[in-house]
């Protein structure tokens, strides 16, 4: 995940948006803001609200897991626990793992060596399979686990020779160009391309996971002074293209259209998205572009991002929006509404990237110091309808939070339990079928514990999650969401029991059981 630096839906909006920025501005973009409605901005359902809560886990060079290579096995599982315990209870309902970070794997691929960031030596077997665990650790929390994958980075390093021996890049060399340090699988050769194509979807077909993510490295980033080294590979397969930059963007597109077709057919449910650098163009280059004097990733990466969620390509895009409002090159102010504006009367979902390794971090400027900034861009996201959720980079940052900004920012947008997104490709039936629910009240308390059981979930499936939604009287025998409170979504499975303690006198309940996709299903008979 890089850390590089660099009109509303409706009148009300706007002027939400006007008030906001003007607040922000008034302030220095320093003091807290004034509240705002929370929770405007999530797309809402039937007497509940839905918004993706992700967090980031980066295994290349030990950003994130596991803390350093050659842990023992016992180890490395202890980590992720730890690492998944957190995010069920910081509020998170998703994690995106990186599982193929240098063209290595976390899971015994056939196409690919065992990662280097796993044992300290690359192809080394880690007596287990990493990327099951991981899979199976999440969905045991009702976290959803999204596959990440670097399409195109070989190596940290540009020395073949450091690889491990049987490693593709070393019997292909004709696949491989060394830049800026590093070593790359060049996007012109349609063979390089259709091999990191099936290296990944190996894990897809293989693994019960709810998405496919790539991250903002396709075309590297440019080297100081000198170009990517494609000449050769541009002569034999650039023919009918004005210019090298163009025909870059459609080796770029193939690999984003051809993707999302092969993750579609191989596992349907599956999500497929890009979570590119924040500023596709700046509006002095192009009048589409956003009002920003940043760097291009349509012409540095040669990413055609916005062209991907016009062409209807991608389940969901997460820009990383990696910057505090009042920034003048790159103001999250700008560029949070013009995303917004990208994604209007698309079917693609918008997340934003999130920064919170900026918060307190030693050089930031003074709005990164305040623990006010994640709280300031949630609170303007929720005069952007479009905007369904956020992404937080990295989970250890989350963990050590400096200056309390990630737990401000909990305090004030994520008191409220939701489901997570639910694209309209997927909002179909089948739906999970009725839990049953029975409560009991604690007499010396007055808490309500309420002991859900799946019911007759087909095939023996048990419930990915449950949502449990309060009534203050009874809802009649076939309850409705509408008519109540979704008080918490908690993890699923054949039985669980949650404990309400704030239950009021007289209050009922009904419950639905959630899928992986995240279907909602019937309410089941009220109790209490």
């Given at each position: 995940?890089?850390?590089?630096?660099?009109?509303?839906?409706?009148?009300?909006?706007?002027?939400?948006?006007?008030?906001?920025?003007?607040?922000?501005?008034?302030?220095?973009?320093?003091?807290?803001?004034?509240?705002?409605?929370?929770?405007?901005?999530?797309?809402?359902?039937?007497?509940?609200?839905?918004?993706?809560?992700?967090?980031?886990?980066?295994?290349?060079?030990?950003?994130?897991?596991?803390?350093?290579?050659?842990?023992?096995?016992?180890?490395?599982?202890?980590?992720?626990?730890?690492?998944?315990?957190?995010?069920?209870?910081?509020?998170?309902?998703?994690?995106?793992v990186q599982i193929r970070p240098t063209a290595d794997a976390f899971w015994p691929s056939p196409f690919e060596p065992w990662s280097q960031w796993l044992t300290g030596t690359q192809g080394r077997d880690p007596k287990?399979?990493?990327?099951?665990?991981?899979?199976?650790?999440?969905?045991?929390?009702?976290?959803?686990?999204?596959?990440?994958?670097?399409?195109?980075?070989?190596?940290?390093?540009?020395?073949?020779?450091?690889?491990?021996?049987?490693?593709?890049?070393?019997?292909?060399?004709?696949?491989?160009?060394?830049?800026?340090?590093?070593?790359?699988?060049?996007?012109?050769?349609?063979?390089?391309?259709?091999?990191?194509?099936?290296?990944?979807?190996?894990?897809?077909?293989?693994?019960?996971?709810?998405?496919?993510?790539?991250?903002?490295?396709?075309?590297?980033?440019?080297?100081?002074?000198?170009?990517?080294?494609?000449?050769?590979?541009?002569?034999?397969?650039?023919?009918?293209?004005?210019?090298?930059?163009?025909?870059?963007?459609?080796?770029?597109?193939?690999?984003?259209?051809?993707?999302?077709?092969?993750?579609?057919?191989?596992?349907?449910?599956?999500?497929?998205?890009?979570?590119?650098?924040?500023?596709?163009?700046?509006?002095?280059?192009?009048?589409?572009?956003?009002?920003?004097?940043?760097?291009?990733?349509?012409?540095?990466?040669?990413?055609?991002?916005?062209?991907?969620?016009?062409?209807?390509?991608?389940?969901?895009?997460?820009?990383?929006?990696?910057?505090?409002?009042?920034?003048?090159?790159?103001?999250?102010?700008?560029?949070?509404?013009?995303?917004?504006?990208?994604?209007?009367?698309?079917?693609?979902?918008?997340?934003?990237?999130?920064?919170?390794?900026?918060?307190?971090?030693?050089?930031?400027?003074?709005?990164?110091?305040?623990?006010?900034?994640l709280s300031r861009h949630l609170a303007l996201n929720t005069t952007l309808p479009e905007i369904g959720g956020d992404l937080f980079f990295s989970a250890k940052d989350v963990r050590t939070d400096p200056v309390g900004?990630?737990?401000?920012?909990?305090?004030?947008?994520?008191?409220?339990?939701?489901?997570?997104?639910?694209?309209?490709?997927?909002?179909?039936?089948?739906?999970?079928?009725?839990?049953?629910?029975?409560?009991?009240?604690?007499?010396?308390?007055?808490?309500?514990?309420?002991?859900?059981?799946?019911?007759?979930?087909?095939?023996?499936?048990?419930p990915f999650r449950y949502a449990i939604h309060r009534f203050s009287a009874y809802p009649g025998h076939h309850p409705e969401a509408g008519r109540g409170t979704l008080i918490a979504v908690v993890p699923g499975g054949?039985?669980?029991?949650?404990?309400?303690?704030?239950?009021?006198?007289?209050?009922?309940?009904?419950?639905?059981?959630?899928?992986?996709?995240?279907?909602?299903?019937?309410?089941?008979?009220?109790?209490?």
């Amino acid at each position: 995940m890089s850390s590089k630096d660099a009109t509303g839906s409706s009148l009300r909006s706007t002027l939400d948006r006007r008030a906001v920025l003007t607040a922000l501005a008034t302030a220095g973009c320093t003091a807290a803001l004034a509240p705002v409605a929370a929770h405007a901005a999530v797309p809402s359902g039937p007497g509940f609200r839905r918004q993706m809560r992700g967090v980031w886990i980066a295994s290349v060079v030990n950003i994130d897991w596991p803390s350093r290579t050659g842990l023992e096995p016992a180890a490395q599982r202890a980590e992720f626990v730890r690492l998944a315990d957190d995010a069920l209870a910081l509020g998170f309902n998703a994690l995106f793992v990186q599982i193929r970070p240098t063209a290595d794997a976390f899971w015994p691929s056939p196409f690919e060596p065992w990662s280097q960031w796993l044992t300290g030596t690359q192809g080394r077997d880690p007596k287990y399979d990493p990327l099951a665990f991981m899979v199976e650790t999440a969905h045991q929390r009702g976290l959803a686990f999204h596959a990440w994958f670097n399409p195109y980075r070989v190596s940290m390093q540009a020395d073949p020779s450091a690889l491990d021996p049987r490693h593709p890049a070393r019997t292909h060399p004709e696949w491989t160009r060394s830049y800026g340090g590093k070593l790359y699988y060049d996007p012109g050769v349609p063979a390089a391309r259709r091999f990191c194509q099936e290296a990944m979807l190996d894990a897809v077909r293989r693994y019960e996971i709810d998405g496919v993510h790539f991250d903002d490295y396709f075309y590297p980033y440019p080297a100081a002074d000198s170009d990517f080294p494609d000449e050769e590979t541009f002569r034999e397969h650039g023919t009918g293209y004005p210019d090298k930059a163009a025909w870059r963007r459609a080796n770029v597109d193939l690999m984003v259209r051809e993707m999302r077709d092969a993750v579609r057919a191989v596992r349907p449910n599956a999500l497929f998205g890009i979570s590119p650098f924040g500023v596709w163009r700046n509006a002095t280059t192009d009048p589409r572009g956003s009002r920003t004097a940043a760097f291009q990733s349509y012409d540095g990466l040669h990413a055609d991002t916005r062209g991907w969620v016009k062409q209807g390509w991608l389940d969901y895009i997460a820009p990383q929006v990696y910057w505090h409002i009042g920034l003048p090159a790159a103001d999250y102010g700008v560029l949070a509404p013009w995303w917004a504006e990208v994604v209007r009367d698309t079917d693609t979902e918008l997340w934003i990237g999130q920064a919170v390794y900026k918060s307190g971090a030693a050089g930031q400027p003074a709005p990164w110091q305040d623990g006010k900034e994640l709280s300031r861009h949630l609170a303007l996201n929720t005069t952007l309808p479009e905007i369904g959720g956020d992404l937080f980079f990295s989970a250890k940052d989350v963990r050590t939070d400096p200056v309390g900004d990630f737990a401000a920012m909990r305090l004030a947008h994520w008191q409220e339990p939701v489901l997570g997104p639910l694209p309209a490709r997927l909002d179909r039936r089948p739906r999970p079928v009725r839990p049953v629910v029975k409560v009991e009240r604690e007499s010396s308390t007055g808490a309500a514990v309420l002991r859900v059981s799946a019911g007759g979930q087909d095939n023996g499936h048990s419930p990915f999650r449950y949502a449990i939604h309060r009534f203050s009287a009874y809802p009649g025998h076939h309850p409705e969401a509408g008519r109540g409170t979704l008080i918490a979504v908690v993890p699923g499975g054949r039985r669980t029991t949650y404990h309400d303690a704030g239950a009021p006198a007289g209050c009922w309940y009904a419950v639905a059981a959630v899928d992986r996709v995240q279907r909602h299903g019937r309410l089941s008979r009220p109790a209490r």
